[in-house]
């Protein structure tokens, strides 16, 4: 007799079929204003760096200039404060990336649009702010970048000479800036180590045109990420809407090659990381759900896009679920796995207990974009997250900015504030042998799949799982060719595990639709 157990989320413990990463600590830092929080990253004495900008004066915060400032904080490893600064002038400022340097200061950029207090140099309207920081947070240098029109810049890192690039866009074509190519342009400006410039590059075409990213590369180049509507120019293809647009420069600034990467919608590049094997992995915001956007659900979803080492496209994943997700941070994992960060309406799809959405939504994928597990954080509040990095003892630093009191944040200080969260190393997940792979078909369904195992078993027993590793489904003495009823189930991929009375393990995947 075939005996069916169905255990149901609320009923069944959770079994964790990919290690995930559990909350050690969390801090939220503010006044009784709105305060939020940019960029992290871990310092060298194992403590942290971060950015973002404030409104308040009170609480945490100390030495307001005006309406809204630049707010860096260092801790130490458990995230006690050791000094904080309020940086900016009597207009708006804040800080959108900050990095350790090899002198042991910090090295800032932001945006501006004062020309007093901390802030000299103003070319008018938004410019770009640099901000040369001691160990002790005192101002070393500052310069503000820009032309008349608006120029933002929301990248910085040291280059092996000691100086900086920065990468952001401008409106302009006066002050700084030398050439623009119509309408707004990637800008990519190179500083030597005080702050001077050495050379700095426009790109784009007649559109709008937005850089947003910048790393440094294997071989002593750049690469940029951003957005491009433009059909000209350095911008030979372009999909329809906006494209993710990534652009290859020597160390001279000079374009090895572009790639332009999207469908038919808006499609919003934000972010580029060079990956292991000397490619890149580039991610952002889909809009689309044609051209190279494949496997979406509704409205905005993650989408990355891995590259070879000269541009060429290798595969594209795009994750979610049928409301807005929002991805902010990407990076790879010392396994060799890829983490992706960024913000979840949705409660279905591929995202699992977001019940207090908006949420934080962390997941993991393979090298081949495949995900291994997902996770949400937050309260009942919203919760805006910057970026994730990887921590000295394998674990992860997160900032974000909050106006939640509860679930999994605790002493906010009044609206929003700047919220970090610490996560532990990833788990070890039990692994078991596996014979091999499952045949499941029709994948993706609606209602119900069929499961073939290899080999001559004539019965296997059945276990259905969700991302998070929950059991949603035992069944015991099904025939070979059995099937698993999908209906009660919400959209997203599930996991099939069959074990035959030998003890051989086969797995496979579904996606119900």
Not at 438 to 466: C, K
Not at 472 to 493: M, N, T
Request: hydrophobic letters at 30%; one cysteine or more.
């Amino acid at each position: 007799m075939k005996k069916t157990l169905f255990f149901f989320l609320l009923l069944f413990p959770v079994i964790f079929v990919f290690g995930q990463p559990t909350l050690e600590w969390q801090k939220s830092f503010g006044g009784s204003k709105d305060d939020g929080g940019s960029f992290i990253n871990q310092t060298s004495d194992g403590g942290y760096i971060m950015t973002g900008n404030t409104l308040s004066n009170d609480g945490d915060v100390s030495g307001s200039h005006g309406l809204s400032d630049g707010w860096v904080i260092k801790t130490d490893s458990n995230g006690q404060v050791q000094w904080k600064k309020v940086l900016g002038g009597s207009s708006y400022e804040a800080g959108y990336c900050i990095q350790q340097t090899t002198d042991g200061g910090y090295i800032l950029v932001g945006s501006t649009l004062s020309n007093n207090g901390d802030v000299s140099g103003n070319h008018g309207g938004w410019d770009c702010w640099v901000v040369k920081l001691n160990n002790f947070g005192d101002i070393q240098w500052q310069r503000v970048l820009g032309g008349s029109l608006e120029d933002r810049a929301s990248s910085i890192r040291q280059t092996i000479d000691g100086g900086y690039i920065m990468a952001g866009y401008t409106a302009s074509i006066d002050g700084d800036v030398t050439y623009n190519h119509g309408n707004m342009d990637y800008w990519v400006v190179k500083l030597n180590n005080g702050g001077d410039i050495e050379w700095q590059k426009t790109y784009g075409g007649t559109g709008e045109d937005e850089g947003y990213a910048i790393q440094l590369t294997s071989e002593g180049g750049y690469v940029v990420m951003g957005s491009a509507d433009s059909k000209d120019g350095d911008v030979p293809e372009n999909h329809g809407n906006n494209d993710y647009w990534v652009v290859k420069l020597n160390n001279l600034g000079e374009m090895e090659w572009q790639k332009a990467l999207g469908g038919s919608g808006t499609d919003d590049g934000r972010l580029v990381i060079q990956t292991s094997d000397g490619g890149y992995l580039v991610g952002g915001t889909d809009g689309s759900s044609d051209g190279q956007v494949v496997g979406g659900y509704l409205y905005t979803d993650f989408w990355i896009v891995k590259l070879d080492a000269n541009g060429a496209f290798q595969w594209q994943k795009s994750m979610g679920g049928n409301d807005d997700d929002i991805l902010t941070s990407i990076l790879e994992t010392a396994q060799g796995k890829y983490l992706l960060c960024g913000l979840s309406y949705s409660r279905d799809g591929d995202v699992v207990d977001n019940d207090n959405y908006p949420s934080i939504w962390l997941v993991e994928i393979n090298e081949l974009g495949e995900i291994q597990w997902q996770k949400t954080l937050g309260g009942t509040g919203i919760e805006y997250p910057g970026n994730i990095e990887p921590t000295n003892n394998g674990g992860y630093i997160l900032i974000a900015t909050t106006d939640s009191n509860d679930g999994d944040v605790s002493g906010n200080h009044g609206k929003y504030d700047l919220w970090v969260v610490k996560l532990s190393p990833e788990s070890s997940p039990t692994k078991e042998p596996l014979a091999g792979e499952l045949e499941i078909y029709p994948n993706p369904s609606t209602r119900s799949v069929t499961v073939e195992i290899p080999g001559d078993a004539s019965e296997m027993s059945i276990e259905l799982s969700d991302m998070t590793g929950r059991t949603l489904l035992r069944k015991e003495d099904v025939p070979k060719g059995g099937s698993i009823e999908l209906a009660y189930l919400p959209a997203g991929v599930y996991f099939v595990k069959a074990i035959t009375p030998s003890g051989k393990v086969y797995q496979g995947k579904v996606r119900k639709e």
